[in-house]
């Protein structure tokens, strides 16, 4: 097991809970608000949008790839199991080779994870190739900035990134959602709520056309 791995999973929910209460937790309730049919997460954590999932929601299948998280999140996930309208399955993998057939899914949640996929680029390809054709994507995902934040996010990002997990503090997720083929016209800038150089960031729904 990788130690730094297990750390991170242990002090995650904690580590958020002053964003969550500060509109973190609203800003995920607002997004997956009318969500309907199958969704996909990629990089669930520990389950944070589990308890903003609708009832229209019917079949809901969680990825994680870090062990350590997907244990929190399984047990998170047999918890919400109690809600008989659907239907939870939890796997491991990443978001650059998604176990799941073309054009499978009616939305995609992605919420602080495309920060940290070690492909950007593929992972979009994947989120594309499983969304049905007008499929949503719903993001909330922290980016770089200019001025003077974007001067610290510049200095701080190696360190970030070792100590956050290979979190990268300098992407520009809206530019790259909009190249893999997405319309970004409801991706909007956003600010994380106690984020630190984090704090700039792109909250929405885009859609595969
Ligand atoms: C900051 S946490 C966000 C967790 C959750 N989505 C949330 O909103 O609280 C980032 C998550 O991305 C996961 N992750 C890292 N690399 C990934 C990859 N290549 N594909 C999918 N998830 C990844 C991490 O294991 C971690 O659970």
């Given at each position: 097991?990788?130690?730094?791995?297990?750390?991170?999973?242990?002090v995650?929910?904690?580590?958020?809970?002053?964003?969550?209460?500060?509109?973190?937790?609203?800003?995920?309730?607002?997004?997956?608000?009318?969500?309907?049919?199958?969704?996909?997460?990629?990089?669930?954590?520990?389950?944070?949008?589990?308890?903003?999932?609708?009832?229209?929601?019917?079949?809901?299948?969680?990825?994680?790839?870090?062990?350590?998280?997907?244990?929190?999140?399984?047990?998170?996930?047999?918890?919400?199991?109690?809600?008989?309208?659907?239907?939870?399955?939890?796997g491991?993998?990443?978001?650059?080779?998604?176990?799941?057939?073309?054009?499978?899914?009616?939305?995609?949640?992605?919420?602080?994870?495309?920060?940290?996929?070690?492909?950007l680029?593929?992972?979009?390809?994947?989120?594309?190739?499983?969304?049905?054709?007008?499929?949503?994507?719903?993001?909330?995902?922290?980016?770089?900035?200019?001025?003077?934040?974007?001067?610290?996010?510049?200095?701080?990002?190696?360190?970030?990134?070792?100590?956050?997990?290979?979190?990268?503090?300098?992407?520009?997720?809206?530019?790259?959602?909009?190249?893999?083929?997405?319309?970004?016209?409801?991706?909007?800038?956003?600010?994380?709520?106690?984020?630190?150089?984090?704090?700039?960031?792109?909250?929405?729904?885009?859609?595969?056309?």
């Amino acid at each position: 097991m990788d130690p730094r791995d297990h750390a991170m999973a242990m002090v995650y929910d904690r580590l958020m809970r002053r964003s969550e209460r500060s509109g973190l937790a609203a800003k995920r309730r607002e997004l997956l608000s009318d969500l309907h049919g199958h969704v996909v997460e990629i990089g669930a954590g520990t389950g944070a949008n589990l308890p903003h999932v609708p009832a229209s929601v019917h079949q809901l299948t969680l990825l994680e790839p870090s062990p350590a998280m997907a244990r929190r999140l399984r047990a998170r996930a047999e918890d919400a199991v109690a809600r008989p309208t659907v239907d939870i399955e939890v796997g491991r993998a990443p978001a650059e080779a998604l176990p799941l057939a073309d054009a499978s899914a009616d939305a995609v949640v992605s919420t602080l994870v495309l920060c940290s996929v070690d492909d950007l680029d593929r992972s979009l390809a994947e989120l594309g190739r499983i969304l049905r054709p007008g499929g949503r994507l719903v993001l909330i995902e922290h980016v770089a900035t200019h001025g003077p934040v974007g001067l610290v996010q510049r200095s701080l990002a190696p360190m970030w990134r070792i100590v956050a997990g290979g979190c990268q503090l300098r992407r520009d997720t809206r530019t790259a959602v909009a190249n893999a083929g997405f319309d970004v016209t409801d991706v909007h800038p956003w600010r994380l709520p106690g984020g630190g150089p984090a704090a700039p960031a792109i909250a929405g729904t885009a859609s595969r056309r």
